[in-house]
């Protein structure tokens, strides 16, 4: 099965203007996220999808492939489903977010090899245990509980099952695959009431009835939102 990793980028943000941009122990935040992405195991091909000029520049200044997509794009999801539909060949489709510059890549490895192994699979994501109780009570962390054959039952930013004294709850990260004829489906459905509630996208797919399997990863990791979290991690260093 042939894969596509994409990797949405726009410079606009409103929380944090020219996020892909900016530095991160040296380099730009995307440009860790690229790297880290080309060692993710079963891509067959992996762009950096954007509107914006500065961010292709800088992307094809360290050789990566770069697809223009339009400014009307309302997601990260509808720029990736924007590539997808060019490539006719993609039969699985990442969506990798541009602002999580420690990206676990085993994690997506094995998130593709579950997607490989399983055609009845049409969603897939990533989630792990998160040793900090205290993040989890956090609004701005999602949290995901699973079924006991590991499909997601819910995601929510609420201290979801108790997630922060201890409960089964894992915390959910921004990697999704899917097949791709679902990709351009779920592009076209209209925002469910439970993603309006939760301000969560991948529910728009629980309430069409989607089963998303969930791939738990060895190691907490996050985006970055705002340009404090980002001098945290600068501060901080790099994981080994």
């Known amino acids: 099965m042939t894969v596509l990793a994409v990797i949405p980028a726009r410079f606009g ?8 941009l900016a530095m991160l122990w040296g380099r730009p935040m995307l440009r860790h996220v690229w790297e880290r ?6 891509i067959d091909r992996l762009v950096i999808a954007t509107d914006d000029e500065r ?6 200044g360290w050789g990566a492939e770069v697809e223009m997509t339009s400014p009307d794009c309302a997601s990260g999801t509808d720029r990736v489903a924007e590539v997808a539909r060019r490539d ?11 602002d999580e510059p420690e990206l676990e890549t085993e994690a997506v490895t094995r998130l593709v090899s579950a997607m490989r192994a399983d055609a009845s699979i049409r969603m897939g994501t990533v989630a792990h245990h998160e040793p900090d ?5 956090s609004e701005h962390v999602v949290k995901v509980v699973l079924d006991r054959d590991g499909f997601a039952l819910y995601f929510s930013r609420a201290d979801l099952a108790g997630a922060s004294t201890g409960g089964p709850a894992l915390r959910h990260a921004g990697v999704y695959a899917f097949r791709r004829d679902l990709l351009l489906e779920f592009a076209a459905w209209p925002p469910g009431t ?9 529910l728009r797919a629980l309430e ?10 060895e190691r907490p990791f ?6 404090e979290q980002l001098a945290a991690l600068e501060a901080r260093g790099p994981r080994n």
């Open 13 to 20: 943000a409103q929380r944090f203007p020219g996020k892909p």
């Open 37 to 42: 992405s080309r060692l993710a195991r079963g």
């Open 55 to 60: 961010i292709a520049a800088a992307a094809r």
């Open 88 to 98: 006719a060949g993609a039969e699985i489709v990442l969506n990798l977010q541009g």
């Open 133 to 137: 109780l205290a993040a989890m009570a």
């Open 194 to 202: 439970l993603e309006q509630a939760e301000r969560l996208e991948q």
């Open 208 to 217: 069409h009835g989607v089963r998303i399997r969930v791939v738990v990863g």
């Open 222 to 227: 996050a985006g970055v939102d705002t340009p």
